[in-house]
């Protein structure tokens, strides 16, 4: 059973606050003021087994923070399922065990007029849209991981905005409550997308994906809320979510703008973020929406602001935007750490017409924290999976690369704009990305 997670919010300032200079200076310290609207993931059947990841990297650093957090403590913990009857008789005191918490994460959730024309094939009504079947094929790796992360990219503002497909984007609503259904707990909003509808569209896509049983990071409604810093917590272990984007492919104006997007230009902010968010949690995951379309080298700005991220303290950054996969990394710090770092984690829904749009990955990976007051990211491991449409531009779903096959690779409708779609193309594409000691067992 997947247990509810528990979701805090403490102080913080964003890059864009402080590019406006309106908090300049400003240092993490705790607020009153936490998130009461963002509740628990919701239940989920456990369906799924844990990934054979032996064998596999991992990482550690000093735990330091643990018990010297400083995140703001009227906040609802949500998330306690466990029994808080006191045992009948005195057990001797077990000894301390490490915790550890799974993770998986995927890329880019994009709702192309393909795709909700297909959910609304698909629902009973023939009105409203069905999204959920789409996910069948991941849902259980989904459910099984104790967190999962997804990034949705595009508005989901209401219906009064107009429901519409590239290039000004707004999902129906149904989109992101399957994305909850499914059992994803952190959806990032910060993407060149979200402002598609503008301000207002960017406002109304927040505050609805706020009623669902998710974390939103990423897309923050004035300076208080931006000030929260976003901390989940399962299994003991603490997580600080950040997030950034390049930009918008509507003009924004962090300085003036009703909305506040962190974007990743803001190197010094970025670097006390990092820093603060290291202080209140076990461990500091960052969203990074960056690179190039279609691009599987690592631009140099992105090789730049990792290296800031990393170096600032960050565990794992996962990346995406390049709507393909681009290389995992271990990024050693100069202090001796690592940082897990996942340039591009490609598509997770769409229908972008070329092969290599449709490989995207589901990282996983643990984090643990040990009894000797370390934490370690461990067993990374880039599971690809397939974004399967007909040649109609229908049936869409999502499979597991080992669970796609080639008689459906035969019958992919991306094979209208593309030469080649098998299942030897798809392990030449990801193996001449991905080095193997982040591929699954079935690679070697
Ligand atoms: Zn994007």
Redesign the pocket.
Known sequence: MKQRLSVRAAAFCTAALLASGALAGCSFRPVGAGRSDVTSAPETKDVGGTPDTTGRPETSRPNTTASDTTESDTTADVGTTASSRAPETAAPTPAPTEARLSLVAVG?NIIHEAVFLDAKARAADGASYDFLPMYNGVADRIAAADVAFV?H?TPMAGAEYGISGYPTFNAPREAGQALADVGFDVVNLA???ILDKRVAGARATVEFVRTLPVLEIGVYLDRDDARQMRITEKNGIRIAWLSYCYGSNNSYNPATDDIIMPLLDQADTIRSEVRAARAAADFVIVSA?WGL?DVAAVTDDQKRMASVIAEAGADVILG??P?ILQPVEWHENANGSRTLIVFSLGNFLSTQYYSRNMIGGMISFDLVKGTDGTCAVESPVLYPTVTHYSMQRDGLQIYMLEDYTETLAARHGCLAHSADFSLAWIYRHVRSIVKEEFLPAYFE
């Open positions: 880019d990034n990219e993407n060149n997308h929406h379309d995406h935007h709507h």
